[in-house]
């Protein structure tokens, strides 16, 4: 079988990027073991702001106008709700914490995403004794149901293999990436976590940060919009709610723990004040990069081997302009960004 492209992994980053090769009617593979499931237990939120100290997200609202569009095209392609918009809610804890959100309006990239006039509301089985600031344009991407479905599609187009990917088995000719049965031009390495075992690309600075949340049943608690405090407290419907999430720098395993389940609780007791049950607890391991940008670009060496990784907390966000960005640079020798390139890391 030739092909154009291997993609190995299909969380968002993989999934974004096998949604460049269809635009540009390029021929593909994705293998998939399942192994790596941030995206499948993320929150999926995407927020413009950094809420802990109000400063905004890198390339917010650059990455913004690309992803939104991509999740709405997405929505109509195979006609499911995939994007919930809400207003997300700082809990603020003091007058300083007030103040800091006042000031934050001298900042062109985040005041844009700021409500200038204090939400002085109150909400049942809401701890808000300093009141919320309203975060605009912000919202939600059911990561689990987007990314089920599109494996679901490529099943049926037999472009997917349930697999695990054996990277010994890549043999490498000038032009030419060869594996098993198929050559590909160039295979684009989507792993996560996963890519600590790539022999190409293991030496790249990853950081594996596990993250763990629970979802709740809370009938007393009626709220439609996202609380942000020390964690986050998102409504699915039904009286549920996804509370997260946990940052864990020395578990590497991606099983819930009682450990991560007894801090949410223990943080959640200062957020809400009503009686809930857990239901669930899910937890994945983040890929994380020191300098918070993702790692994208082309082997040093071998050419026809590229890497998209370390989307960290916020994939859904960042997802769809990487994807784009490394296609174009394969294609058309289009410049990566030098923020996202690895050769920062030389």
Known sequence: MKVDYIIVGLGLAGLAFAEELITAKKTFMVFEDASQTSSLVAGGVYNPVILKRFSPVWNAKEQLAVALPFYERLEKKFNIKFDEKFVIKKVFKSIKDQNNWFAAFDKPNVAPFLDEKLDKGSYSGVIGEHH????????????????????????????????????????????????????ANTIVFAEGFGVKENPYFKHLPLDEVKGELITIHAPKLKIDFL?????????????????????????????????GREELVEKLQKVISVPYKIIDQSAGIRPAVKDRRPMVGVHPEFKNLAVLNGLGTRGVMIAPTVAKNLFHHLTNNEKLDDEINIKRFK
């Open 132 to 183: 919320f600031g309203n975060v605009k344009e912000g919202g939600r991407i059911n990561t689990l149901k987007l990314v089920e479905t599109y494996r679901n599609y490529l099943k049926e187009k037999n472009w997917i293999r349930f697999e695990k990917f054996n990277h010994k088995e890549i043999v490498l000719e000038e032009n030419l990436a060869k594996y098993k049965d198929i050559e």
């Open 227 to 259: 609380l942000k405090s020390t964690l986050f407290v998102m409504p699915l419907g039904n009286n549920t709610y996804k509370i997260g999430a946990t940052f864990n720098h020395l578990d590497k395993t991606s099983k819930p723990s009682k450990e």
